[in-house]
């Protein structure tokens, strides 16, 4: 089982941007499709954004959509969500996970692995 982990999160500025960065510790990471999750304080976890195993598909949620951009590297192992254009209703905490492309889109969460502990991302001025 994949086991990934996140960083790069912090407090930003409305406007403002973070790179958020996941990491596996598998050398078979190019077999998942990754998504990034992120849950509200009273809110269930919803999906941002998703990249297929050779980063040939992406997917983004409308809220995202426009200001988001995910991108892997396959030879470091790494997912990277950056995020531009930032809003207060983004501040939550932000997890990676891996599964099937299709999984990630429809967001079924029981299917996916490698949960990390997340990053706390807050944008407040």
């Known amino acids: 089982q994949v086991q990934l982990v996140e960083s790069g999160g912090g407090s930003v500025q409305p406007g403002g941007s973070l790179r958020l960065s996941c990491a596996a510790s598998?050398?078979?990471?190019?077999?998942?499709?990754i998504g990034w999750f992120r849950q509200a304080p009273g809110k269930e976890r919803e999906g941002v954004a998703c990249?297929?195993?050779?980063?040939?598909?992406?997917n983004y949620s409308d809220s995202v959509k426009g200001r988001f951009s995910i991108s892997r590297d396959n030879a470091k192992s790494t997912v990277d969500l950056q995020m531009n254009s930032l809003k207060p209703e983004d501040t939550a905490v932000y997890y990676c996970?891996?599964?099937?492309?299709?999984?990630?889109?429809?967001?079924?969460?029981?299917?996916?692995?490698?949960w990390g502990q997340g990053t706390q991302v807050t944008v407040s001025s």
């Open positions: 598998r050398n078979t990471f190019d077999n998942y499709a």
């Open positions: 996970a891996a599964g099937h492309y299709t999984y990630l889109v429809q967001g079924l969460i029981r299917y996916l692995e490698g």
């Open positions: 990249i297929s195993s050779y980063g040939g598909l992406t």
